[in-house]
């Protein structure tokens, strides 16, 4: 297949165009600013693409196969102003907007299947639901988070009436050294002051890099699969659960509590999607058969913080 990588430089792409250009399938990272021809090897093509402009995006999507849309502002980059907040939605709805505009208007494959559009989303649709057990049947939530991921949904709505086959992959937290929010997490345990944060009870609901890239690549391979799909893990945790168990990986004491309060006064309003939670299952991806090669957090995190130290060490 020819497949567009929006965002193909952030936490995710990094590990799915490597991946995909190993399967034999010709990429095109599409960016907002030039990217060199050899960052992914000789057998990636780059793009330079105005995420607002449906014209440009039709240029870059018009020969593809499927498209799959990464981009969107690291919600964690900095506190939340009212401007920051606007970019963080901005960066998600109308780049998709725009995109899906675009695909609408692309011709279909000669072989009649229609374009694959994997379009981002997340998990915090849900909204703070405590220990209520959320599905893709589920409704979405209440909070800002809730009401970009509802807007950033409906915004792949032009691609999906014109016929394109569209699945909204809901990201929880992505485990992976490299970058994301377990960089973060680990740091206070490497200095002997891990511990939960906040009460302790609320969910994460987290998913290894290499599941993640599989499950892309699956909803890539799988037409049938469209729609919402909880890109999680099947055995979500509360926050006591995963810090005691980062800490045992890393062979920590997990012994002091960061108040919630604290992180509202050193985060901010951002403070809300780490004290908050959901308990998400994928029962979509289970259904349609999927495997995950990490369905246990321990197992997942002594992979990563294996390899992790294996490449530090190398590096010495």
């Known amino acids: 297949m020819r497949i567009v990588v929006s965002g193909a430089t952030g936490l995710v792409g990094t590990r799915l165009v490597p991946r995909l250009i190993a399967d034999g399938h010709t990429v095109v990272v599409a960016s907002r600013s030039a990217i060199s021809p050899d960052r992914f090897g000789k057998h990636c093509e780059t793009a330079t693409v105005d995420y607002r402009s449906v014209e440009s995006w039709f240029r870059c999507v018009e020969t593809a196969d499927a498209i799959v849309h990464l981009a969107g502002a690291n919600i964690f980059e900095r506190r939340w102003s009212r401007a920051f907040m606007q970019e963080i939605r901005d960066s998600r709805v109308e780049s998709t907007r725009c995109l899906s505009d675009a695909i609408a208007r692309s011709p279909h494959r000669k072989n009649g299947e229609p374009k694959r559009f994997i379009s981002g989303s997340a998990t915090g649709i849900y909204g703070d639901r405590g220990d209520e057990i959320l599905t893709e049947s589920s409704s979405s939530g209440s909070g800002f988070m809730a009401d970009v991921g509802r807007d950033w949904e409906a915004a792949a709505n032009s691609a999906r009436e014109a016929g394109a086959s569209v699945?909204?992959?809901?990201?929880?937290i992505v485990l992976d050294a490299a970058g994301g929010a377990l960089p973060n997490l680990m740091r206070p345990f490497r200095f002997f002051v891990g511990g939960r944060v906040g009460s302790g009870r609320q969910f994460i609901s987290w998913i290894h890099h290499r599941d993640l890239t599989a499950l892309y690549v699956f909803g890539l391979n799988n037409p049938s699969l469209?729609?919402?799909?909880?890109?999680?893990?099947?055995?979500?945790?509360?926050?006591?659960?995963?810090?005691?168990?980062?800490?045992?990986?890393?062979?920590?004491?997990?012994?002091?509590?960061?108040?919630?309060?604290?992180?509202?006064?050193?985060?901010?309003?951002?403070s809300e999607v780490v004290t908050g939670g959901q308990r998400v299952i994928p029962d979509r991806a289970k259904e349609m058969g999927f495997a995950f090669q990490f369905p246990n957090l321990r197992d997942a995190l002594s992979d990563i913080c294996s390899k992790n130290a294996d490449s530090a060490s190398s590096t010495a």
Not at 167 to 172: D, E, F, Q, S
Not at 245 to 263: K, S
Request: proline share 12%; net charge positive; charged share 10%.
């Open 167 to 172: 699945i909204h992959p809901r990201l929880g």
């Open 226 to 270: 469209t729609g919402a799909v909880n890109a999680v893990s099947p055995n979500p945790v509360t926050n006591a659960e995963f810090s005691r168990t980062l800490g045992a990986v890393l062979h920590r004491p997990c012994w002091l509590p960061v108040p919630g309060f604290a992180l509202r006064i050193a985060l901010g309003r951002v």
